[in-house]
Nanobody, 120 residues
Framework: QVQLVESGGGLVQPGGSLRLSCAAS????????MGWYRQAPGKQRDLVAT???????TYTDSVKGRFTISRDNAKNTVYLQMSSLRPEDTADYYC??????????????WGQGTQVTVSS
């Protein structure tokens, strides 16, 4: 099994910054695509950003220029640096990783979620 543990959420004022981290542990052969999603109260879970093994990134339009996704393969960790935060960024943030537990078998895993609240 693979476990993802997130950290870094909290309360921040509009315009502020936060850095989320998500570390994977367990029976990992290798990690592939990583991503961050968010879910606001009463809404569906939406994709925020992704990063491939090679470092190629994608972002949803509303966070482009404000958020940066990165990864440290040696630490099995993905990060989300969030800047210029807005009240509409308030949500529970979830990390997602495609993990290979063998040479040919992969599965998607999710973190437990970390709450981000942007408010004055």
């Amino acid at each position: 099994q693979v476990q993802l543990v997130e950290s870094g959420g909290g309360l921040v004022q509009p315009g502020g910054s936060l850095r989320l981290s998500c570390a994977a542990s367990g029976s990992i052969f290798r990690l592939s695509k990583m991503g961050w999603y968010r879910q606001a109260p009463g809404k569906q879970r939406d994709l925020v950003a992704t990063i491939t093994n090679g470092g190629r990134t994608t972002y949803t339009d509303s966070v482009k220029g404000r958020f940066t996704i990165s990864r440290d393969n040696a630490k099995n960790t993905v990060y989300l640096q969030m800047s210029s935060l807005r009240p509409e960024d308030t949500a529970d943030y979830y990390c997602n990783m495609e993990a290979y537990t063998g040479a040919f078998f992969s599965q998607d895993y999710w973190g437990q979620g970390t709450q981000v609240t942007v408010s004055s």
